[in-house]
């Protein structure tokens, strides 16, 4: 069965410096790879998604992704980080032939900038 | 445009009872999916809706169950409610069947969070 891990489950940060949250998936196939963000009380935001074509992928608020069809892997990460970066964020993946709309999701790393 | 909306926000029940959650998608969206989130199992997908009709069922109990209007409005409910249902429970709608689509993000409502006590 698909599954992806979230290699940090808490990864805290001074404001300004970069920051990499990791995300591994298991699966031979070809694969969506999402990343999403969740702030307090609020629902699922999505920031960058890989369908296919190019393996770095710009997202939203300044953050960028890259494929690496070899090592499983679809990293997240911003170079210079900002106090309303502080959430959670979620690495998920969807596989084409289950034609749907269907995500398995990571556990989550919570992303803490500090001052 | 209005965004996912999500009612209730909050609700609190007890064991045994049964609850009924709905979700009204972004207007024009067909597809209709819910997501349970718990501190222990993180998010996990129940079931996903197109025109009606289920299309794709996550592994949780017969307990679980759902349905989509013509309007695409969505409810789930679920019935003998155990401690380990409180969660906050996530709906999230799309244009259209397929993730891979140009125009086909899912976009998430705030969420029902369920205490059962």
């Known amino acids: 069965a698909q599954s992806v891990t979230q290699l940090d489950s808490q990864v805290p940060v001074f404001e300004e410096a970069p920051v990499e949250l990791r995300c591994n998936y298991s699966?031979?196939?070809?694969?969506?790879l999402f990343w999403y963000v969740q702030y307090p009380n609020q629902g699922l935001q999505l920031l960058l998604k890989?369908?296919?074509?190019?393996?770095l992928v710009k997202g939203i608020n300044g953050f960028e992704a890259e494929f690496n069809k070899s090592q499983t892997s679809f990293h997240l990460r911003k170079p210079s980080v900002h106090i309303s970066d502080t959430a959670e964020y979620f690495c998920?993946?969807?596989?084409?032939?289950?034609?749907?709309?269907?995500?398995?999701f990571g556990q989550g790393t919570r992303l803490t900038i500090n001052p | 445009k209005a965004g996912v909306t999500q009612t209730p926000r909050y609700l609190i029940k007890t064991r045994g009872q049964q609850v009924t959650l709905s979700c009204s998608p972004i207007?024009?969206?067909?597809?209709v999916s819910w997501y349970q989130q718990t501190p222990g199992q993180g998010l996990q997908f129940l079931f996903e809706?197109?025109?009606?009709?289920?299309?794709n069922k996550g592994n949780f109990p017969g307990r679980f169950s759902g349905r989509q209007f013509s309007n695409s409005r969505s409810e789930m409910n679920v019935s003998t409610l155990e401690l380990g249902d409180s969660a906050l429970y996530l709906c999230?709608?799309?244009?259209?069947?397929?993730?891979?689509?140009?125009?086909?993000?899912?976009?998430f409502g705030p969420g029902t969070r369920l205490t059962v006590l």
């Open positions: 998920a993946v969807s596989e084409p032939s289950w034609g749907a709309q269907k995500l398995v």
């Open positions: 699966s031979s196939v070809s694969v969506y």
């Open positions: 809706y197109f025109s009606e009709t289920q299309r």
């Open positions: 207007s024009g969206h067909r597809s």
């Open positions: 890989y369908l296919s074509g190019s393996t």
């Open positions: 999230a709608s799309s244009l259209g069947l397929q993730l891979a689509g140009p125009h086909n993000e899912q976009f």
